[in-house]
């Protein structure tokens, strides 16, 4: 076959402008499937649209993202990494050390990340000293969601420590409410878990134990204080918990047929999206105990070629750093900017009590990272613990035998 010099040249010239002016183009791995979720990545989407950007979306359901994660894994062990991921906490590391993540640094000193950005936060989102992940919110884990209209009813005052929370619960129960709205996945056992840690062991005591791992306060007589909270709040539960994802325990509160759940402030982007009213129809408070449990969500991006995927990744990382971008997501998310320098005025009553108690924490020693929601540990350590919190809550073992495994479990993870 025969090329014409025209053909060629016409060739060529489409060659050169595809490589000046790529499309920015990402594909985006995520678990925000939920109603609350999905508005939230919807701003994400549409500002990306806005700027020339072309999404292919990837979501994998499953609250708390343990899907996503073997979905992550199985793309990128065949070859095959989205050029983004929704990836948090120590989990970065182990991926950067896999050396399949792309360097952001550009985009973070471009858009002066470092100054506004708290140290803990940009911390996370570090790797060997350059920018490897990009964070979009901080969602506290630490809460108890309330229907305000079943407590009045009850005459039931938001429960300030675990001895009225189990008072309350005791009373709703012969009511005939379901006191607690749970549903039975591991990571949301471990969800409440990690609350009702904080609250009796303490901020020394939980980083101890989920920072630190230390052998004598996994095995203390707090730890099995903790053991036996969980029990007793086993029976809290509604005989149908088994398997039920977070958002379907979260519409229980919102219709009454339960009263509380304890869980992340992703809940509240729940009962928002469906037009409740914070401090009316729900109400908020941080679980019993001192301290702050941060999770901060993040997109990392892979080591993926193509321009137009790297213009992608460039443009993404500048969106969700953005100062717009990080007010009107964490609008809908129910979580609050990562960044310092956003206004709050248009966020309601509970971000205000995130703000302010994040700030306080951060100021006492006990802003922690949640080991739950994948801030604390390795994927093998925080497995480990969530094996041995589930094991518990769907059996009848005993508090001994529980931290005899944690210790165990542990041990052998190492
Ligand atoms: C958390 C995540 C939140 C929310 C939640 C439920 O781990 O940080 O953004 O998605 O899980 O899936």
Not at 141 to 167: H, K, Q, R, S, Y
Not at 315 to 329: P, Y
Not at 387 to 407: G, I, K, Q, R, W
Request: with cysteine; aromatic share 8%.
């Amino acid at each position: 076959m025969k090329m014409n010099v025209m053909g060629a040249v016409s060739g060529l010239a489409l060659l050169v402008s595809t490589a000046a002016v790529a499309e920015p183009t990402a594909e985006v791995l995520h678990y925000w499937t939920s109603g609350g979720e999905a508005k939230s990545v919807a701003v994400l989407q549409e500002e990306f649209a806005a700027n020339g950007g072309t999404w292919t979306d990837m979501p994998v359901a499953g609250g708390g993202g343990d899907a996503a994660g073997t979905a992550l894994r199985a793309r990128v062990l065949s070859g095959n990494a989205p050029t983004a991921a929704q990836i948090k906490g120590p989990a970065i590391q182990e991926w950067y050390e896999e050396g399949v993540l792309a360097d952001i640094s550009a985009v973070a000193e471009a858009n002066n990340w470092a100054e506004v950005l708290p140290a803990s936060i940009a911390g996370h989102m570090k790797c060997e000293g350059t920018w490897c992940a990009a964070p979009v919110n901080v969602h506290r884990v630490d809460w108890i969601w309330a229907n305000a209209e079943v407590l009045a009813a009850n005459g039931i005052d938001m429960p300030t420590t675990w001895d009225e929370f189990n008072a309350a619960a005791a009373k709703l129960q012969d009511a005939g409410i379901i006191p607690l709205a749970h549903g039975g996945q591991a990571w949301q056992d471990a969800t409440v878990f990690e609350a009702v840690a904080l609250g009796i062991l303490g901020a020394e005591g939980y980083h101890k134990a989920f920072v630190d791992l230390d052998t004598d306060t996994l095995t203390s007589d707090s730890m099995k204080a903790v053991f036996d909270q969980m029990r007793t709040m086993r029976g809290y539960v509604d005989s149908n918990f088994s398997g039920r994802d977070w958002n379907l325990a979260t519409a229980m509160v919102m219709n009454g047929e339960a009263a509380f759940q304890i869980m992340g402030d992703w809940a509240k982007g729940e009962f928002m999206a469906a037009g409740q009213v914070p401090g009316e129809d729900f109400l908020c408070i941080s679980t019993p105990g001192e301290g702050f449990l941060y999770n901060v969500d993040s997109f990392a991006m892979f080591d993926v070629g193509g321009d137009d995927k790297k213009e992608g990744q460039a443009l993404l990382a500048e969106l969700v750093v953005g100062k717009n971008f990080q007010e009107v997501f964490n609008l809908n998310k129910g979580s609050i900017p990562a960044r310092t320098d956003v206004a709050l005025d248009a966020f309601d009553s509970c971000a205000h009590l995130s703000a302010a108690d994040m700030a306080a924490s951060n100021e006492g020693g006990s802003l922690l990272p949640s080991y739950a929601h994948g801030m604390a540990l390795r994927g093998a350590q925080s497995g480990a613990i969530t094996d041995v919190v589930t094991a518990h809550f769907n059996s009848d073992m005993s508090s001994d035998e529980a931290v005899e495994m944690l210790a165990n479990a542990i041990a052998n993870s190492l």
